[in-house]
C-alpha cells in the first residue's frame, strides 16, 4: 500500500473512489488513511474521501435492511471489517499521541455510532403503529403485542443471518433491543395506562423470556442467531414494567379507596373495599407469584396510607366551627367499623405484619376515641336545648322522657358491636349530661 505515495494525488483519489463504489471499504480505508499521511493537503482530502466511504457504507446497510441482504452480503462484510480497522487505528491513534488533543483529531471518528443510529432508526419504523394509549383498550393492546411477537419480531430475526456472516450480529442486535425496549418503555411510561394493561406488557415480556431456552438464563451464551431470547434485555423490559405497575397500583389503589370513604357520601359494603384491595393481587398471582406478592405489599401499603391521610381528614372535620353534623359523624363511625371489619378480613387474606396490625388499630382507636366524644357532645346538647324549649313552662313530664331516652340509647350502645367496648361505654357520658336537666 506504500506505494500510492508516489503516486500523483489525483491518481489514489481515483483509486480510492473506485474501491469505495465496488464496495471494497477495507481496501478504501488503507488507501485513505496512506494519504492522510503523505503530507502536503491528505488530511483535508482524506476528510472528505471518509465522509464519502461512510455514505457509501450506510447505503449498503440500508440495502441489506430493504430485504437485498445476500446481494450485498460481500459489501456488508468490508463495512464489518472497516469498523474493525477504525477501532484498532483510533486505539494506535490515542496510543502514540501526546495529551487528549488527539481524541477530538482523529479521524474517521464515530462510525460505530452512525451505524448503530441507522440501525435503531431502522428497526424504530419497522415497530407497527399504536394508538395513543389514552384511547385503546385491554384488546388493542393485546393485538399489539402479538403483532409484535408474531410478526415484527419475526421480520428481525430473518435479516440477522446476514449481519451474522458480516460480522456485525452483536451491532444489529443490540441495535434491535434498543428499539423493542425503548417502544415498550415508551408504552409503560404513558401516564393513561392501567394496571390491566401494565400486566398484559408484563405478561408478554415474562412470556417471551420463558419461551426460549435454558441459555436465556445465561445471556453471555445465548446462540449468536438468536435475536428474541436475549434474556438481559427481556429482564430489563419486565422491571421496567414492574416498576410502573406497581406505580400504577398505588395510584388506583389510593383513589379508590379515597372515592369508598368519602365522608359526604354513603358508605359501601366490606366486600367491596376488599375486592379494591385484592383484585390486583390475584390478577398478578395468574401471572407470576413473586409479582403477586409485590403488589400485595404496596395494597397493605396504600391501605395504611389511606387511614394516615383518613385520620387527617377526620382531625379537620372535627375541626370546624362549630360542632359536626350528627349523621356526618354517625358515617365516620360506621365507616370505622367497616375499616375494622376489612382489616380483620384482610388479615386473613394477606401476611399483614404485627406492626402493621398495630398501626392499623391504632388510626381506628384514635378515630373512634375522637369523633364518639365529638358526637357524644353534640347530640347532648341538641337534647338539652329541645328538652329545655319543650319543657321551660312544665317539667312534670321530665322524668318520664329522660327514662326513656335512657334506655333508647342502651339499646344503641348494645348494638354497636363493631365498635370497641370503650366507645361504647361512653354513652352514659351522654345520659349524665341528660340527667342534669333533672
Not at 438468536?226 to 430489563?236: E, I, R
Amino acid at each position: 500500500m506504500q506505494v500510492l505515495l508516489w503516486w500523483k494525488p489525483c491518481c489514489v483519489q481515483e483509486t480510492i473512489c473506485i474501491c469505495i463504489e465496488q464496495g471494497k471499504f477495507l481496501e478504501a480505508c488503507d488507501h485513505i488513511y496512506n494519504l492522510k499521511n503523505s503530507g502536503n493537503d491528505g488530511v483535508q482530502k482524506s476528510e472528505s474521501l471518509y465522509a464519502l466511504l461512510a455514505e457509501r457504507m450506510w447505503t449498503v446497510v440500508e440495502e441489506v435492511l430493504s430485504g437485498s441482504g445476500r446481494m450485498f452480503l460481500e459489501p456488508l462484510q468490508s463495512v464489518g471489517e472497516s469498523l474493525k480497522w477504525e477501532k484498532q487505528k483510533e486505539a494506535d491513534w490515542l496510543g502514540n499521541s501526546q495529551g487528549m488533543d488527539s481524541v477530538s483529531t482523529w479521524s474517521p471518528n464515530f462510525w460505530r455510532k452512525d451505524l448503530e443510529e441507522k440501525l435503531i432508526q431502522y428497526v424504530t419504523a419497522q415497530i407497527p403503529l399504536f394508538g395513543s394509549p389514552a384511547n385503546t383498550d385491554d384488546t388493542a393492546l393485546k393485538q399489539h403485542l402479538s403483532h409484535l411477537e408474531t410478526t415484527f419480531l419475526p421480520s428481525l430475526e430473518h435479516r440477522s443471518d446476514v449481519f451474522k456472516e458480516a460480522g456485525l450480529l452483536v451491532t444489529y442486535a443490540r441495535c434491535c433491543r434498543a428499539s423493542l425496549c425503548s417502544h415498550l418503555s415508551t408504552l409503560t411510561d404513558s401516564n393513561h395506562f392501567s394496571f390491566s394493561q401494565c400486566l398484559l406488557i408484563y405478561e408478554w415480556g415474562l412470556k417471551i423470556y420463558k419461551s426460549g431456552s435454558k441459555a436465556c438464563l445465561r445471556p453471555s451464551q445465548i446462540p449468536q442467531h438468536n435475536l428474541s431470547l436475549d434474556g438481559q434485555y427481556l429482564v430489563w423490559i419486565i422491571l421496567k414494567t414492574e416498576e410502573k405497575l406497581l406505580a400504577v397500583t398505588r395510584k388506583e389503589v389510593g383513589k379508590a379507596l379515597k372515592e369508598a370513604f368519602d365522608i359526604g357520601k354513603p358508605p359501601c359494603t366490606d366486600a367491596a373495599v376488599i375486592q379494591i384491595l385484592t383484585e390486583k393481587t390475584e390478577a398478578a398471582r395468574r401471572v407470576s407469584e413473586s409479582l403477586s406478592e409485590k403488589v400485595e405489599a404496596v395494597c397493605l401499603e396504600q391501605c395504611l396510607r389511606f387511614l394516615e391521610s383518613y385520620e387527617d381528614e377526620v382531625r379537620s372535620f372535627l375541626q370546624l366551627d362549630g360542632r359536626p353534623p350528627i349523621c356526618s359523624s354517625l358515617r365516620i363511625l360506621e365507616n370505622c367499623c367497616l375499616l375494622r371489619t376489612v382489616w380483620l378480613k384482610l388479615t386473613y387474606i394477606y401476611s399483614a405484619s404485627t406492626g402493621q396490625d398495630l398501626k392499623v388499630n391504632g388510626f381506628l382507636d384514635r378515630m373512634e376515641d375522637d369523633i364518639t366524644e365529638r358526637f357524644l357532645q353534640t347530640v347532648t346538647s341538641k337534647v338539652k336545648g329541645t328538652l329545655k324549649n319543650h319543657f321551660k313552662k312544665c317539667d312534670s313530664g321530665f322524668g318520664h322522657i329522660l327514662e326513656s331516652l335512657k334506655q333508647s340509647f342502651l339499646a344503641f350502645g348494645k348494638k354497636q358491636i363493631c365498635m370497641r367496648p370503650s366507645s361504647r361505654l361512653s354513652m352514659p357520658l351522654l345520659l349524665q349530661n341528660m340527667c342534669r336537666l333533672s
